[in-house]
Antibody, heavy 113, light 111 residues
Framework: QVQLQQWGAGLLKPSETLSLTCGVYGGSFSAYYWSWIRQPPGRGLEWIGEINHSGSTNYNPSLKSRITISVDTSKNQFSLKLSSVTAADTAVYYC???????WGQGTLVTVSS | DIVMTQTPLSSPVTLGQSASISCRSSQSLVHSDGNTYLSWLQQRPGQPPRLLIYKISNRFSGVPDRFSGSGAGTDFTLKISRVEAEDVGVYYCVQATQFLSFGGGTKVEIK
């Protein structure tokens, strides 16, 4: 059974950098791409980007200039950094893997001055 | 980019009856490896999404057989038979043939 556990700061000021990490427990970390997905309050799901165990990334073009996704294979973890946040980045952020078979619990990130 | 379009936006259904949700992609979801990476997710209020169906019609572990998926190419359907109260939530289609993209969601509620 694969479990994803995510953590990171939940309250940011405008222009700060969002930072989240997701740990993968069980399963094969090297077999799949690992994704970040977000959901603004009351709205649908938006793919942010993904990474595999070798560090190969794919990003949503609409966010690409502000995103960095990295991986630490020694800890079976992957991380998201989103720079220069604004109120529009307020959302629940999820990590997911195995092409959406497994999801983290979600982290509400609020951007407010 | 592959755009996913879901209908209807909302589906009021009587307990014990069936609900059907459609999903259309802007281009074929057949991958070069021959698979079609179209999945369906359920999201109950306040919870993360949960995988129901993957590769069009395969039920994920623990998913009741009341949930079934069908379709091919660009047109796909999720059917919920004998709707129960616990099925209330928002349902999303998602394609993983080319990165990930999600449909806008369909809210299933009890009449």
């Amino acid at each position: 059974q694969v479990q994803l556990q995510q953590w990171g700061a939940g309250l940011l000021k405008p222009s700060e950098t969002l930072s989240l990490t997701c740990g993968v427990y069980g399963g094969s970390f090297s077999a799949y791409y690992w994704s970040w997905i977000r959901q603004p309050p009351g709205r649908g799901l938006e793919w942010i980007g993904e990474i595999n165990h070798s560090g190969s990334t794919n990003y949503n073009p609409s966010l690409k200039s502000r995103i960095t996704i990295s991986v630490d294979t020694s800890k079976n973890q992957f991380s998201l950094k989103l720079s220069s946040v604004t109120a529009a980045d307020t959302a629940v952020y999820y990590c997911a893997g195995y092409t959406t078979k497994y999801w983290g619990q979600g982290t509400l990130v609020t951007v407010s001055s | 980019d592959i755009v996913m379009t879901q209908t209807p936006l909302s589906s009021p259904v009587t307990l014990g009856q069936s609900a059907s949700i459609s999903c259309r992609s802007s281009q074929s979801l057949v991958h070069s490896d021959g698979n079609t990476y179209l999945s369906w997710l359920q999201q109950r209020p306040g919870q993360p999404p949960r995988l129901l169906i993957y590769k069009i019609s395969n039920r994920f572990s623990g998913v009741p057989d009341r949930f079934s998926g069908s379709g091919a190419g660009t047109d796909f359907t999720l059917k919920i038979s004998r709707v129960e109260a616990e099925d209330v939530g928002v349902y999303y289609c998602v394609q993983a043939t080319q990165f990930l993209s999600f449909g806008g969601g369909t809210k299933v509620e009890i009449k």
